[in-house]
């Protein structure tokens, strides 16, 4: 069976961390880049990172770069999302999706999509 499956989300305190997981089952990641995006209620989707599997560069955007950090294990077959110095404003539900053979994370071709996982940063 094909799935992602995302982990780590929890409740944090302003500036603290967390690291969430996307795990994929049933193919190899390989061809893929895998994206992180986030959806907070009322706002539309946003793209938070991305790394390309095959040639391992990453994106990120302005609100999370220096904060974020996006790294695979091939050996896993997982990605990983360290987030630091969270603030409210990261408040939402965090989602992995893979996309096929999107070596320069462009976006296109998305295929998978994770359930989600919910990260509030709140005091």
């Known amino acids: 069976q094909v799935q992602l499956v995302e982990s780590g989300g929890g409740l944090v305190q302003p500036g603290g961390s967390l690291r969430l997981s996307c795990a994929a089952s049933g193919f190899t990641l390989d061809y893929y880049a895998i994206h992180w995006f986030r959806q907070a209620p009322g706002k539309v989707r946003e793209g938070v990172s991305c790394?390309?599997?095959?040639?391992?560069?990453?994106v990120y955007p302005d609100s999370v770069r220096g904060r974020f950090t996006i790294s695979r294990d091939t050996a896993k077959n997982t990605v990983y999302l360290q987030m630091n110095s969270l603030k409210p404003e990261d408040t939402a539900v965090y989602y992995c999706?893979?996309?096929?053979?999107?070596?320069?994370?462009?976006?296109?071709?998305?295929?998978?999509w994770g359930q989600g996982t919910q990260v509030t940063v709140s005091s």
């Open positions: 790394i390309s599997i095959r040639v391992g560069s990453t």
């Open positions: 999706a893979a996309a096929h053979q999107d070596y320069y994370c462009s976006g296109y071709n998305i295929i998978y």
